[in-house]
C-alpha cells in the first residue's frame, strides 16, 4: 500500500470535526438504536458536493443534447433489481487505524481501480438510469463514529456488532457514490482495530467486490507484491461443449456422450420448470429458518466464526469432494442440530425438506494479477465487476444422522452433483435479465421477491488468500463478507481467508436471538463430520 505523505495530515483535524457521536452517557444498546440513528441523520444533513460532467444543474437528469458516452454507462437490469441489497464486509486490522495511510489507500488504488466508486446513478432525459462520474470527498465516505467508552469497555465484540448490526437501518445517500468505510478504532477479541465496508450491490456482487478489495491489498510478508490467491480452478469448458470420443473409444462411449446430453437437457427442464413453481406456488414450508415477518425493513444481525480450512479440506479429501460440498454439509448438520434442540422434536428419524438458494459466479477465471494489470494498463472496463451471478435452487435437508455425520456431506454431494448436470444456473441468469426488460423494475422486484421468500436460506462461498494481507498499510486479521436486504430469515456466506474458513451469518435479529448458539453448531458440526472422517 501507499504511504500517506505530509499533505494528508492535514485532514485529521479537519476529518475530526465531522466525527460521529452517540448521544453521551447511554448504554451500546441505546446508542445504535437512537443516539446512532441521531448521528447517522446529523451525518446525512451535510450539504451535498456532488459535481456531474452532465449534470442538468440539479443533479437528477441531463441536458439534451448530450451523446450516450457522455451521459455515462447504463446501469445494468441485474443492478436495479438489486435496488435494497447491500454488502456489508467485516475486517479485523492487527493495528490500530491509521487515517491518512487509509485514506490515501483508498484514493489511490479503491477509487481509481473501480469507475463505480467514483458515480452515482442518474437518471437521463429518456427515464434511463446511468453511471455518472462525480467527485468523491472521502470525510462522507470514511466514517469514525465514537461509541459510548463504558459499553465499548465491557464488552468491545458486542459493541462491534451492535454497531453493525444498526447498518441494516440506515439508508444510504444516493446523490455519493453507495459505499462506506466505517472505523471502529478500538481492540476487541479478534483484533485491535475493525472497520465496517458497506456498499451497495449495483456496485457489484460479493465475487467482484472481493477481487477488487484483493487488488488494492499486498502481501503482509512482501508489501511489494499481490497476495498469493489459490491456483485457479480448472475448467474444461463450457457443459454443453463436452467433446465426442473418437471412434476408437467404442460405442459404449459414444452412447454415454450422447446420454450426458440427454441428461442435461432432461435436467434443465426440470430445474426451470421449478424455478416457475416456485414463483407462482411452490413454497417452502414453515420451519423456524423461514422468515415469520415479511416485512421489509427488518434489523439484520451479522455474526461470523471462524473455522478450520485444515479440517475442511481433509474432509474434501477424505471423501473426494469439493470444499463446496463440505460446507454445504456442514450448514446442513448445523442447521439440523439447532432446529431439534429448538423445536424439543422427539421423532429424531423424520427428515425436512426445504430449499436454499446457491449463488453461483459466472465469470471465467482470471488471475489476480491479470486483474490488476488490466487495471494499470488503463483497461479496468475490461474487469468483469459488476453483477456477474446465477442461481440455483438447492433442495436441503434438515435431519440427523449422529450415527454417521459424513451422511450430511454425502447427500450435499449428490444434491451438487446433480445440479451440475443442469443449465439452471445460466438460465436464472438471464431469466432475471429478460424479467426485468420485460416486465420493469417494480414488477420484476416483486417477482424476485416473491421467489427468494417461497425458499429458506440463501448460501455462498468465496475463495480468499492463501497469506496473511495488508490493506492500506493495515495487517488484515479476518476477513468477513456478509449483507442484508433479501426478505430471508437467515443467509450462510462463507469466505476462505489463510488457514481459516469464516462461517458469516446474516440473521433476522427478532427471529434468531440467538444467533452465536448457532454459529457454534456450525462448529460443533465441522468437528464431528472431521472426527468420522
Excluded at 413453481?277 to 417452502?284: E, M, P, Q, V
Excluded at 446457491?358 to 483497461?379: D, F
Aim: glycine share 6%; charged share 20%.
Amino acid at each position: 500500500m501507499q504511504n500517506s505523505t505530509s499533505a494528508l495530515f492535514s485532514y485529521i483535524s479537519r476529518y475530526h470535526t465531522h466525527r460521529v457521536s452517540c448521544v453521551e452517557g447511554k448504554p451500546i444498546e441505546n446508542c445504535t438504536s437512537a443516539g446512532m440513528d441521531m448521528a447517522a441523520a446529523t451525518l446525512r444533513k451535510r450539504p451535498l458536493s456532488v459535481h456531474t460532467a452532465v449534470s442538468n444543474g440539479n443533479g437528477n437528469g441531463f441536458g439534451a443534447g448530450h451523446g450516450a458516452q457522455e451521459q455515462g454507462e447504463p446501469v445494468s437490469p441485474s443492478a436495479r433489481l438489486l435496488e435494497d441489497f447491500y454488502i456489508v464486509v467485516v475486517i479485523g486490522i492487527a493495528t490500530p487505524v491509521n487515517l491518512p495511510a487509509a485514506r490515501a489507500g483508498i484514493e489511490a488504488q479503491l477509487i481509481r481501480y473501480h469507475p463505480r466508486f467514483r458515480s452515482i446513478q442518474v437518471k437521463d432525459a429518456s427515464g434511463n438510469m446511468r453511471w455518472v462520474p462525480t467527485t468523491v470527498d472521502l470525510d462522507y465516505h470514511i466514517i469514525y463514529p465514537s461509541l459510548d467508552d463504558v459499553a465499548v469497555a465491557r464488552d468491545p465484540d458486542r459493541a462491534v456488532e451492535d454497531y453493525v448490526a444498526t447498518l441494516s437501518m440506515r439508508p444510504m445517500d444516493k446523490s455519493r457514490p453507495l459505499w462506506e468505510f466505517h472505523m471502529l478504532d478500538f481492540p476487541t477479541s479478534e483484533a485491535a482495530a475493525t472497520t465496517a465496508f458497506r456498499v451497495h450491490h449495483s456496485l457489484g456482487d460479493g465475487m467482484s467486490l472481493l477481487t477488487l478489495l484483493m487488488a488494492c491489498t499486498r502481501s503482509a510478508a512482501d508489501p511489494a507484491r499481490l497476495p498469493a490467491m489459490p491456483s485457479l480452478p480448472t475448467r474444461t469448458g463450457a457443459i454443453w461443449e463436452r467433446p465426442r470420443p473418437p471412434a476408437s473409444a467404442g460405442a459404449v462411449a459414444l452412447a454415454a456422450w450422447v446420454w450426458s446430453f440427454v441428461l442435461l437437457a432432461w435436467h434443465t427442464v426440470v430445474d426451470v420448470a421449478s424455478f416457475f413453481a416456485t414463483i407462482l406456488f411452490l413454497r417452502d414450508p414453515r420451519t423456524l429458518f423461514k422468515r415469520a415477518n415479511q416485512e421489509p425493513g427488518q434489523k439484520k444481525r451479522l455474526v461470523h466464526r471462524a473455522l478450520s480450512l485444515d479440517d475442511v479440506n481433509f474432509v474434501k479429501n477424505a471423501m473426494n469432494c469439493t470444499v463446496n460440498d463440505v460446507l454445504v454439509g456442514v450448514t446442513y448438520a448445523a442447521l439440523s442440530r439447532y432446529y431439534f434442540r429448538k423445536t424439543g422434536d422427539a421423532d429424531t428419524s423424520k427428515e425436512i425438506r426445504v430449499r436454499s438458494i446457491l449463488l453461483v459466479n459466472l465469470r471465467p477465471t482470471t488471475s489476480l494479477q491479470a486483474c490488476v494489470n488490466l487495471i494499470e494498463s488503463g483497461k479496468e472496463s475490461d474487469v468483469k465487476w459488476g453483477n456477474e451471478l446465477g442461481f440455483i435452487i438447492l433442495p436441503f435437508h434438515i435431519g440427523l444422522h449422529d450415527d454417521d455425520p459424513l451422511q450430511y456431506v454425502r447427500k450435499a454431494k449428490k444434491i451438487v452433483d446433480r445440479k451440475k448436470s443442469s443449465l439452471e444456473v445460466v438460465f436464472t441468469h438471464l431469466a432475471s435479465e429478460v424479467i426485468l426488460k420485460i416486465f420493469g423494475l417494480k414488477a420484476a422486484g416483486a417477482i424476485f421477491h416473491r421467489m427468494i421468500s417461497h425458499t429458506t436460506i440463501s448460501i455462498s462461498n468465496m475463495i480468499g488468500p492463501v497469506e496473511q494481507v495488508e490493506f492500506c498499510g493495515h495487517p488484515v486479521v479476518f476477513i468477513a463478507p456478509s449483507g442484508y436486504g433479501p426478505p430471508e430469515a437467515l443467509t450462510v456466506n462463507f469466505q476462505s481467508y489463510v488457514n481459516t474458513m469464516m462461517v458469516n451469518l446474516a440473521v433476522d435479529e427478532a427471529q434468531f436471538p440467538d444467533s452465536h448458539e448457532l454459529l457454534d453448531d456450525f462448529v460443533e458440526s465441522l468437528r464431528l463430520i472431521r472426527g468420522s472422517a
